[in-house]
């Protein structure tokens, strides 16, 4: 796992993780030093953002991916229920973490000890349309 100690993202992967016993490896990605603005890891992640899960060939890189990803192969029924009324309150749990929780709480942790971990407000949106090819 790419990992970052204090981005939510990479927290709430390592939670499942470690809920489900999964046995991993975390690679530091320093965001603060530009570690995931390098070729090597725009290659992996064109977005240039942690979480990145891979698997083998897989190369999982967003957060919401990850955790549906491992909840199907290993929680089994339990973490991701194929019943469509209880996944439909699974994927909203995971959109309002995505969404509305880090709008909310997060960011204003982030902004009272000024880390721009995953706000860049100088980057402007060319370089993200530039990788949303994929
Ligand atoms: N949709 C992605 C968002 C990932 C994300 O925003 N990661 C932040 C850390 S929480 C990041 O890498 N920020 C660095 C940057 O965007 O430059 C996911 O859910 O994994």
Redesign the pocket.
Known sequence: MYN?PL????Y??RQLLSLLKVPHAKHP?G?LTGD??TPDYLALNP?????ILTDGALVL??????LIWLSRKLGGDQWMPTNPDDEALINACLSAA?FER?LGPYEARLAKHSLG????AD?GGAKRASAGTF
């Not at 977005?47 to 979480?51: A, H, I, K, L």
């Not at 971990?117 to 860049?120: K, Q, S, V």
């Open positions: 970052m981005a939510l993202n990479c709430k992967v990605v965001l995931h603005q977005f240039g953002q942690v979480p890189r967003d957060s919401q991916a990850i995505a880090r971990l995953c706000i860049n980057r």
